[in-house]
């Protein structure tokens, strides 16, 4: 059985590497989610899946494409069908990410 300091010593470690832990699996998983969208995007030049990024600012990671028309691809327009590519790629990687992040923070 952990003493008290011992047990205070993990949590403070803990806490500590946490949040790195969990950065580096959203890192991944957003990774997982771009190839999903590049891989089910339509295509007709390229250039939307071209465009498609993942990026990490301070406010955490974001994936999707950079042309000013993919939103109306994923959504659709009053002439034309949507084609969702973005939203699904979230659906797909969910499930992994949520069980990633279950397993670092409760070992």
Do not use: N
């Not at 109306?72 to 590519?85: A, C, I, L, Q, R």
């Amino acid at each position: 059985m952990l003493t008290p300091e011992a047990w205070a010593a993990e949590l403070a470690h803990a806490a500590a590497t946490i949040d790195d832990e969990c950065d580096a699996i959203a890192g991944r998983h957003a990774r997982d989610a771009a190839e999903h969208q590049r891989a089910t995007a339509p295509v007709d030049t390229g250039r939307l899946r071209a465009s498609i990024t993942v990026d990490r600012d301070s406010d955490g990671w974001s994936v999707g494409p950079t042309v000013d028309y993919g939103r109306y691809v994923e959504y659709g327009t009053s002439d034309t069908d949507p084609h969702p590519f973005v939203g699904p790629s979230g659906d797909a990687v969910a499930d992994g990410f949520a069980a990633d992040v279950l397993d670092t923070a409760v070992p």
